[in-house]
């Protein structure tokens, strides 16, 4: 009998040091980010990193070759349930998104040069980077019809095209880009990558798209979303990430095992909202009672924690599935724990600010903030549409129709069959009457 749900003694005390290590020293700075900026975050964590890298537990997500720890996703899962609790702690802990991402990329498919030139430096942070898929004219669900194109010429590519939420593009030093190199092939293999820096002639990085996170106008922000127009510009060959049409399965690497680490991480964040749903129950009175003591808000703690449960076990299900079968095994449970744990994150979310009233509602406490990244989780990614179109696709394809055309449980059928089947037996039991 192999299930069990325990983590080895040595493991969990890793995770016991990084829950304290987190609440401890990250949670702390939270308050203090706006008046710190990037730069003041930045000098914040660099202590921070050395006690991270002094554990082993610096990019873990990586390869052991490159500092990783070859933990698998079971492991990486329950860590970034712990890292998800803070937008900050990822960034000491080397695997903040886009860039981890993007060393993964560089990991999978880089050369020996690229990964000197562009891997390494990010890894050590003195680079900083962003990957550039998503067009405001095509739909990003369905990135087959990219319109961004690189043309072939001479020994390198001419790029042109738009793209949007290219996320820390406005603060990036090189951009991965995925641009369509063979508009004749498959769909999945027209495109390509490459890796672009910022300062290459014909990159505009237009602006920073005010979003319902950033709701007005900046740019050069820590977490924007920037809008690049790439105009006529000239890359060498040796830009090209991988084979030419090869960017969509080097994008399917990057995703999978990411979207494990985006679920445990929202899980982290629900967890963070559902202590605070709790802890105002405890003690908000009103019409002659707790909220402890109401039904509707008994039934949000009950519905919440049995919700979380459920995301937070399946998840570690699709990660133990990558690590026992690999990442294409895994595509139907990954695809259900984005859109399932999109949602839980969003309802635990939404109803801990609705606990709180117009405080939940403030910017006194995180709550808005959690929402407003609760309701990005449904989209980026995948929107979770998709990944339901897809676990609905490979439900169906062990399903074929009735041959007679008859439901298989159609019970008047059923029983005709059943009564040809024990007719003797019926036949005793009616002569013994
Ligand atoms: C916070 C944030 C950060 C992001 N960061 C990056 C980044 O760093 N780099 C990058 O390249 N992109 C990034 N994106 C973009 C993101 O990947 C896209 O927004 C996403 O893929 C959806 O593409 P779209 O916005 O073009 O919507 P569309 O593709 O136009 O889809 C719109 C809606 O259509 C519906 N829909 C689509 N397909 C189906 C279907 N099969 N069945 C039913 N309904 C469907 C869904 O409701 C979907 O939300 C980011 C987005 C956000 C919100």
Redesign the pocket.
């Known amino acids: 009998m192999a299930w069990d749900f325990r983590t080895e003694p040595e493991f969990q005390e890793q995770l016991d040091w990084m829950s304290w290590f987190v609440r401890q020293e990250i949670w702390p700075l939270e308050a203090i980010w706006p008046e710190l900026g990037i730069d003041g975050l930045g000098r914040a964590l660099e202590p921070l990193k050395a006690e991270v890298k002094e554990r082993g537990l610096w990019a873990t997500h990586l390869p052991p070759e490159l500092g990783g720890q070859g933990m698998g996703q079971v492991r990486l899962g329950l860590m970034h349930e712990i890292l998800g609790t803070s937008p900050i702690a990822p960034l000491a802990f080397g695997n903040a998104a886009?860039d981890s991402g993007n060393s993964e990329i560089l990991a999978l498919a880089g050369t020996e040069e690229q990964k000197d030139r562009w891997l390494h430096p990010l890894l050590a942070g003195d680079l900083r980077s962003?990957?550039?898929?998503?067009e405001p004219d095509t739909?990003?669900?369905?990135p087959t019809q990219l319109r961004t194109s690189a043309q072939s010429d001479g020994d390198g590519w001419v790029v042109n095209g738009r793209?949007w939420?290219?996320?820390n593009g406005s603060i990036a030093d090189f951009l991965i880009l995925m641009a369509v190199t063979d508009p004749e092939a498959r769909p999945s293999q027209r495109a390509s990558m490459f890796i672009v820096p910022v300062d290459t002639p014909g990159v505009h990085i237009l602006r920073d798209v005010p979003?319902m996170?950033h709701p007005w106008e900046a740019f050069g922000s820590y977490g924007g979303?920037s809008e690049v127009i790439y105009e006529d510009v000239r890359l060498p060959a040796e830009a090209l990430l991988g084979k030419p049409g090869a960017g969509f399965v080097i994008a399917q690497h990057r995703l999978v095992p990411g979207r494990i680490h985006h679920c445990m991480r929202w899980l982290g964040v629900a967890r963070r909202a559902f202590d605070m749903m709790c802890e105002r129950a405890t003690y908000r009175y009103a019409h002659g009672s707790l909220l402890a003591d109401k039904q509707t808000v008994q039934n949000w703690i009950a519905d919440s924690a049995a919700e979380m449960q459920a995301a937070r076990l399946m998840t570690l299900h699709a990660a133990w599935v990558m690590d026992t079968e690999g990442a294409s095994a895994a595509r139907t449970e990954v695809a259900m724990i984005k859109f399932f744990g999109a949602r839980v994150l969003h309802d635990v979310v939404d109803r801990a600010l609705q606990v709180h009233g117009s405080l939940g509602y403030s910017t006194d406490l995180p709550l808005e903030q959690m929402y407003r990244f609760a309701r990005?989780a449904r989209?980026?990614?995948?929107?979770d549409?998709?990944h339901r179109?897809s676990v609905a696709r490979n439900v169906l394809a062990s399903y074929s129709p009735p041959s007679d055309g008859v439901p298989s449980e159609h019970l008047p059928t059923r029983r005709e069959l059943s009564r040809a089947r024990f007719a003797e037996l019926l036949e005793l039991l009616t002569a013994n009457d």
């Open positions: 886009p962003a990957f550039s898929m998503t739909p990003g669900s369905d793209k939420f290219t996320s979003t996170e979303h990005a989209i980026y990614d995948g929107p549409e998709v179109q």
